[in-house]
C-alpha cells in the first residue's frame, strides 16, 4: 500500500520506502536505492528524508569513518535545510556537529544555539545534550580567581591590622600594636 503512495509522489511516503529499503525492513535490503529514495524524497522537501540522509552520513562520521568532501557537504547542506524547517532531529545533529567540530568548524555557541532549538521541540535527547553542553561550556569557562583581599598587605600599611599609614609619619600604627 505504500507503494501506491509513492507512485502519486507523496513524500512522506518515499521517506518510508526508502528508510525501509535502506535497513531491510520488509523489503529487501538495498544501501544505494534507499539513498536514492531518500534524495528524491528530499527533491519533494520532505524534511525527514533531509534528517534521515543527513543522519545517516553523520552517524559515520561520528562512527569515525571518513567521508569524502561531497558527502560531508551534502550532509550539512540538507540538515541545514530541515533544520531550517524545525526537523528537531537535524537540530539536534547539527548542535552536536557544531559542538564536536565534526564536519563543520568547531563553534560551541552554534552547538548550543542548534541543540536548544531542538529541545523547545521537546526533543528528550536534545534536552540532555542541552544540560551536558551547559555543564561542559560552565566548566570550562569558570577559572579560579586570584583570591584578592580587600585589603591586602603593603609597606604602606600596618602588618598588624592592615590600616593605610602616613608614610609621612614612622612612629606607629594607630593600633599601636606595631611600631615602626
Not at 512522506?12 to 524524497?41: C, H, Q, S
Not at 540538507?78 to 552536536?96: D, F, Q, R, Y
Request: proline share 6%.
Amino acid at each position: 500500500s505504500l507503494k501506491k503512495w509513492v507512485k502519486k509522489k507523496k513524500s512522506w511516503a518515499v521517506t518510508d520506502l526508502a528508510t525501509m529499503t535502506f535497513y531491510g525492513f520488509g523489503v529487501p535490503r538495498n544501501v544505494p536505492k534507499g539513498i536514492n529514495m531518500l534524495e528524491k524524497a528530499i527533491a519533494l522537501g520532505d524534511a525527514n528524508a533531509m534528517a534521515w540522509l543527513g543522519g545517516l552520513f553523520y552517524g559515520k562520521l561520528h562512527g569515525g569513518k571518513k567521508l569524502e568532501p561531497e558527502q560531508i557537504q551534502q550532509m550539512v547542506e540538507v540538515l541545514t535545510k530541515a533544520a531550517s524547517l524545525n526537523h528537531p532531529i537535524a537540530l539536534m545533529v547539527l548542535g552536536s556537529m557544531y559542538w564536536k567540530g565534526l564536519g563543520v568548524d568547531e563553534c560551541k555557541d552554534n552547538g548550543i544555539e542548534y541543540t536548544s532549538r531542538a529541545a523547545k521541540l521537546n526533543n528528550q535527547d536534545a534536552i540532555k545534550d542541552l544540560e551536558a553542553m551547559k555543564r561542559e561550556k560552565e566548566a570550562t569557562n569558570t577559572t579560579p580567581k586570584p583570591k584578592t583581599n580587600n585589603n591586602p598587605i603593603s609597606t604602606k600599611q600596618c602588618a598588624h591590622c592592615t590600616t593605610p599609614l602616613d608614610p609621612s609619619k614612622t612612629t606607629g600604627c594607630p593600633c599601636k600594636s606595631v611600631d615602626y
